[in-house]
């Protein structure tokens, strides 16, 4: 599971392309978006940088977080 810090969404359409990217990279992905908290959480077997790559692809600025 990985959780990350995701800045500059500010609403659903937000919230589903960020659920999107990560979707493109692992479709079986299930995503948590929390936009109050700017928290993205994905639990996913693909590998977090390619996950975080497709996130910043889509336009968002994305720090990883440590549990």
Known sequence: M???Q???????GC???VT???KSVDAAANVQVD???KRVTVDSTADAA???S?????GYD???RDP
């Open 54 to 58: 497709a996130i910043e692809e889509a």
């Open 2 to 4: 990985f959780d990350f």
């Open 20 to 22: 999107n990217a990560v």
């Open 35 to 37: 936009l109050a908290a």
């Open 50 to 52: 390619k996950i975080r």
């Open 62 to 64: 994305v720090e990883r």
């Open 6 to 12: 995701v800045n500059g969404m500010t609403c659903g």
């Open 15 to 17: 919230a589903r392309a």
